[in-house]
């Protein structure tokens, strides 16, 4: 299973970016999708995640600001960030947990990272 994470980029404050992440591989499901960032020194940390039921959660850092959604059928997940802010720069990183078909098992992959940067 690959996560390929795209949509990054350089913009201005109060701009807006949207991620994609698209899996692909040997996947009979997809359980939950989330967005992580981390920023040099620092632990990565949660931005949101969505339930193959649509459920959302989000850090209380961009709770009105980003909206999470995903389309089950391409395995892709969407980050929509608006009203982005200087302290949103970080490499964004795209996480799901995925029931492998061949195997069955429940496993946790990682994409490669997309680089947010917001100027003041």
């Not at 089950?72 to 996480?95: G, I, R």
């Not at 069955?104 to 992959?109: A, D, H, K, V």
């Amino acid at each position: 299973v690959q996560l390929q994470a795209s949509g990054g980029g350089l913009v201005q404050a109060g701009g807006s970016l949207r991620l994609s992440c698209a899996a692909s591989g040997s996947i009979a499901n997809i359980i939950r999708m989330g967005w992580y960032r981390q920023t040099p020194g620092k632990q990565r940390e949660l931005v949101a995640i969505i339930t193959s039921g649509g459920n959302t959660n989000y850090a209380d850092a961009v709770k009105g600001r980003f909206t999470i959604s995903r389309d089950n059928a391409m395995h892709t997940m969407y980050l929509q960030m608006n009203s982005l802010k200087p302290e949103d720069t970080a490499v964004y990183y795209c996480n799901a947990e995925v029931v492998v078909r061949t195997s069955r098992m429940e496993l946790g992959y990682w994409g490669q990272g997309t680089q947010v940067t917001v100027s003041s």
